[in-house]
C-alpha cells in the first residue's frame, strides 16, 4: 500500500510531528512538505528534512500530498482545516480544533461535505500511563467513574516563555487559563470514554506569573466538566503556576486508578501506576492498594521513540487506519474536537460570570450546533473585526 504524503503546517511543534513521520517508516507515514511563513523556521526545517519548502499554505495544497498535519498558530486551526479538507486533503489537527463556537460547527460542516478523514491529534492519552489506565478502567476493576483528575501544569521561565511566544500578539500573550484544556480533558475522555456535556470554571489571576513578559492572561483555571455519565472531572487549563506536571486519577465507585505526579523531571509522571479498592468490591483478596509499573502494549515497543510520551506515535497509527478505512478516528474524531473546544471556549465565559454553568452542545445534533453558526467571539488579537472578549479575569 502507498504510504500515506504529509504536508505540514508550522515548523516549531510540526518538526516534531516531521520527525516522527519521516522516522516511522512502518507507519506508512512519509514526509512530503513543509510550510511556515518565518525564513528562519523553514532554514531550521531544512537542516533537519530533506523535503520540498513552502512559506504560503494554499501552495503546498496544489501538490500531491494526501493529508496536512496543522501545527500553526493555536487559534488558526480551523479556517486551514477547511481549506484543506475542501482541497480534498486529509486532515491532522492540533490543539485547539477550533478557536470559536462558530469555527467548531462550520468544523463539523466541512467533515460531513467532504468526506474527508479528520482527526484532532491530542497525543497526552497515549503515554504508557494512559494506556495502562483505559485497560484497568475496561476491566471495571474500580467500578463506574464518577470523578476525575486532570491537571497539565507546565510553567516557564520568562526568557523560555518570551522566546515561544513572540511579538505582544503572539496567542501565548492572549490565551484565557482555560483555553489550553485538552491535554487535562482528553486523556480523561480517552480512559472512561465519558463526553463533556456541562461546564462551570473559575480562573485566578496573578500578575506575579507573567512577570518579565508580554502576557495578559491568567496562571490557572480550574474547571468542572459534567460528563455525559453523570460523573464530574475537574480538569485545568494550561496551568503555568506550581511544579511543571501532568496528572490524572480516577474515582469510581470501587476504588481509584491514579498516576501519581513527579517533580524528579518525570513529567509523566513516576512511572508508577496506583489502584485502590474499597470495600464495596466483594472479594476480599482485591481490597488492596497495588502499585505496578506498566509496560507498552505488545508490537509498540516503537512507541517509545515517539515525542510527547509515545503519544506522537499512536496518534499517526490511529491517523493511518481512519484514513485507509474512510472511518472516522478513535480518538478523536471531529465532534469530539468540537467538544473539547467548546469546553475551552464556555469554560472561558464561565469564569468571566463567576463560574455560572454552560452546556456543551452535541456536535452531531445538527439543531443544538447551530445555535453557535454566528458565534465569533474570541479572546485573541484578530483582524477580522471579531468580538474580543477578555483574556483575564482580572479588568
Ligand atoms: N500536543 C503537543 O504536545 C503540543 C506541543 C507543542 C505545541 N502544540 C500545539 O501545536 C501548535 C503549534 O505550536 P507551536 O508551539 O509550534 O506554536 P508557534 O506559535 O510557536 O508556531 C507556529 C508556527 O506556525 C507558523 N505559521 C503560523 N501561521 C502560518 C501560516 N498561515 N502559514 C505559514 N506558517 C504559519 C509560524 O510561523 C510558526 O513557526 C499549537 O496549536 C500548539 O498548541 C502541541
Same mark, same amino acid.
Given at each position: 500500500?502507498?504510504?500515506?504524503?504529509?504536508?505540514?503546517?508550522?515548523?516549531?511543534?510540526?518538526? *516534531?510531528?516531521?520527525?516522527?513521520?519521516?522516522?516511522?517508516?512502518?507507519?506508512?507515514?512519509?514526509?512530503?512538505?513543509?510550510? #511556515?511563513?518565518?525564513?528562519?523556521?523553514?532554514?531550521?526545517?531544512?537542516? +533537519?528534512?530533506?523535503?520540498? $519548502?513552502?512559506?504560503?499554505?494554499?501552495?503546498?495544497?496544489?501538490?500531491?500530498?494526501?493529508?496536512?498535519? !496543522?501545527? /500553526?498558530?493555536?487559534?488558526?486551526?480551523?479556517?486551514?482545516?477547511?481549506?484543506?479538507?475542501?482541497?480534498?486533503?486529509?486532515?491532522?489537527? +492540533?490543539?485547539?480544533?477550533?478557536? @470559536?463556537?462558530? +469555527?467548531?460547527?462550520?468544523?463539523?460542516?466541512?467533515?460531513?461535505?467532504?468526506?474527508?478523514?479528520?482527526?484532532? *491529534?491530542?497525543?497526552?492519552?497515549?503515554?504508557?500511563?494512559?494506556?495502562?489506565?483505559?485497560?484497568?478502567?475496561?476491566?471495571?476493576?474500580?467500578?463506574?467513574?464518577?470523578? =476525575?483528575?486532570?491537571?497539565? %501544569?507546565?510553567?516557564?521561565?520568562?526568557?523560555?516563555?518570551? +522566546?515561544?511566544?513572540?511579538?505582544?500578539?503572539?496567542?501565548?500573550?492572549?490565551?484565557?487559563?482555560?483555553?489550553?484544556? @485538552?491535554?487535562?480533558?482528553?486523556? $480523561?475522555?480517552? %480512559?472512561?470514554?465519558?463526553?463533556?456535556?456541562?461546564?462551570?470554571?473559575?480562573?485566578?489571576?496573578?500578575?506575579?506569573?507573567?512577570?518579565?513578559?508580554?502576557?495578559?492572561?491568567?496562571?490557572?483555571?480550574? %474547571? $468542572?466538566?459534567?460528563? #455525559?455519565?453523570?460523573?464530574?472531572?475537574?480538569?485545568?487549563?494550561?496551568?503555568?503556576?506550581?511544579?511543571?506536571?501532568?496528572?490524572?486519577?480516577?474515582?469510581?465507585?470501587?476504588?481509584?486508578?491514579? =498516576?501519581?505526579?513527579?517533580?524528579?523531571?518525570?513529567?509523566?509522571?513516576?512511572?508508577?501506576?496506583?489502584?485502590? !479498592?474499597?470495600?464495596?468490591?466483594? #472479594?476480599?483478596? $482485591?481490597?488492596?492498594?497495588?502499585?505496578?509499573?506498566?509496560?507498552?502494549? &505488545?508490537?509498540?515497543?516503537?512507541?517509545?521513540? =515517539?515525542?510527547?510520551?509515545?503519544?506522537?506515535?499512536?496518534?499517526?497509527?490511529?491517523?493511518?487506519?481512519?484514513?485507509?478505512?474512510?472511518?472516522?478516528?478513535?480518538?478523536?474524531?471531529?465532534?469530539?474536537?468540537?467538544?473539547?473546544?467548546?469546553?475551552?471556549?464556555?469554560?472561558?465565559?464561565?469564569?468571566?460570570?463567576?463560574?455560572?454553568?454552560?452546556?456543551?452542545?452535541?456536535? &452531531? /445534533?445538527?439543531?443544538?450546533?447551530?445555535?453557535?453558526?454566528?458565534?465569533?467571539?474570541?479572546?485573541?488579537?484578530?483582524?477580522?473585526?471579531?468580538?474580543?472578549?477578555?483574556?483575564?479575569?482580572?479588568?
Amino acid at each position: 500500500m502507498k504510504p500515506v504524503k504529509l504536508g505540514i503546517l508550522g515548523a516549531r511543534r510540526g518538526l *516534531a510531528f516531521a520527525g516522527s513521520a519521516s522516522h516511522g517508516k512502518s507507519q506508512e507515514l512519509e514526509l512530503s512538505c513543509i510550510c #511556515d511563513f518565518s525564513d528562519s523556521k523553514l532554514e531550521k526545517a531544512a537542516k +533537519e528534512f530533506n523535503v520540498a $519548502l513552502f512559506s504560503d499554505f494554499d501552495e503546498m495544497l496544489k501538490t500531491d500530498i494526501d493529508a496536512v498535519v !496543522l501545527a /500553526n498558530y493555536f487559534h488558526e486551526h480551523a479556517p486551514f482545516a477547511i481549506k484543506a479538507m475542501k482541497a480534498g486533503k486529509h486532515v491532522i489537527s +492540533e490543539t485547539i480544533p477550533a478557536a @470559536t463556537m462558530a +469555527e467548531a460547527v462550520a468544523l463539523c460542516e466541512a467533515v460531513e461535505e467532504t468526506g474527508m478523514t479528520y482527526m484532532f *491529534a491530542e497525543n497526552y492519552p497515549f503515554t504508557k500511563m494512559g494506556l495502562a489506565m483505559k485497560s484497568e478502567y475496561e476491566n471495571e476493576i474500580i467500578g463506574r467513574a464518577i470523578y =476525575a483528575d486532570g491537571e497539565y %501544569i507546565h510553567p516557564l521561565d520568562p526568557v523560555k516563555f518570551n +522566546e515561544i511566544a513572540p511579538g505582544a500578539n503572539h496567542w501565548r500573550n492572549w490565551i484565557p487559563s482555560t483555553y489550553y484544556s @485538552t491535554h487535562a480533558l482528553a486523556p $480523561l475522555m480517552f %480512559i472512561t470514554g465519558a463526553k463533556p456535556v456541562r461546564v462551570n470554571a473559575l480562573s485566578i489571576s496573578d500578575e506575579s506569573v507573567s512577570a518579565g513578559t508580554a502576557r495578559r492572561n491568567d496562571p490557572l483555571a480550574i %474547571i $468542572l466538566c459534567t460528563m #455525559d455519565n453523570g460523573s464530574v472531572f475537574r480538569i485545568t487549563g494550561w496551568g503555568t503556576a506550581g511544579g511543571h506536571s501532568v496528572w490524572y486519577r480516577v474515582i469510581g465507585t470501587k476504588g481509584t486508578i491514579e =498516576a501519581p505526579r513527579s517533580y524528579d523531571g518525570g513529567y509523566f509522571g513516576n512511572g508508577q501506576l496506583n489502584i485502590t !479498592l474499597n470495600e464495596l468490591e466483594p #472479594d476480599i483478596s $482485591l481490597r488492596r492498594v497495588s502499585s505496578y509499573k506498566p509496560e507498552w502494549p &505488545k508490537g509498540a515497543e516503537e512507541a517509545q521513540k =515517539a515525542g510527547h510520551g509515545g503519544g506522537d506515535y499512536f496518534m499517526n497509527k490511529m491517523f493511518i487506519e481512519a484514513i485507509r478505512s474512510g472511518s472516522h478516528p478513535k480518538h478523536f474524531n471531529v465532534y469530539d474536537g468540537a467538544a473539547m473546544s467548546a469546553v475551552a471556549i464556555l469554560s472561558w465565559r464561565s469564569a468571566l460570570s463567576g463560574g455560572i454553568p454552560f452546556n456543551i452542545p452535541d456536535f &452531531k /445534533n445538527i439543531n443544538e450546533r447551530t445555535t453557535f453558526k454566528n458565534d465569533y467571539s474570541t479572546p485573541f488579537p484578530n483582524d477580522k473585526g471579531r468580538p474580543l472578549i477578555q483574556p483575564s479575569v482580572n479588568t
